[in-house]
């Protein structure tokens, strides 16, 4: 088998399906690959809408958040100044009889 002998013709022949089949196997690789470029990018698409989606979630759940914490701080806020209202008027007896028995001792003792 070896030995025999191939024309010009019959190896420009085969040369030539062999370039027809090469041709055709880039087409449908070509094709597959654009196919696959194509789910590819419907599939970023989806995630992507998908994170955007989850995105929102979490901004509104942060924002929620933000909210609670802002309306517990201006209620802890309120009563701190009612705590200190209340010292105030707690202690302001206190510091006047204080300095009554100051000026008292100061002055009207002897």
Do not use: C, W
């Amino acid at each position: 088998m070896a030995e025999e002998y191939v024309n010009k013709a019959h190896f420009d022949e085969y040369a030539k399906r062999m370039d027809e089949r090469f041709d055709h196997v880039i087409e449908r690789a070509d094709e597959r690959f654009y196919s696959l470029e194509k789910r590819m990018e419907e599939g970023f698409a989806h995630v992507n809408q998908r994170f955007g989606d989850l995105n929102q979630g979490v901004n509104q759940r942060f924002d929620d958040m933000n909210r609670s914490v802002n309306q517990r701080f201006d209620s802890l806020e309120k009563r701190f100044d009612d705590l200190r209202t209340m010292l105030v008027i707690m202690y302001t007896p206190i510091a006047l009889a204080i300095l009554g028995a100051a000026i008292k001792v100061l002055f009207f003792s002897k």
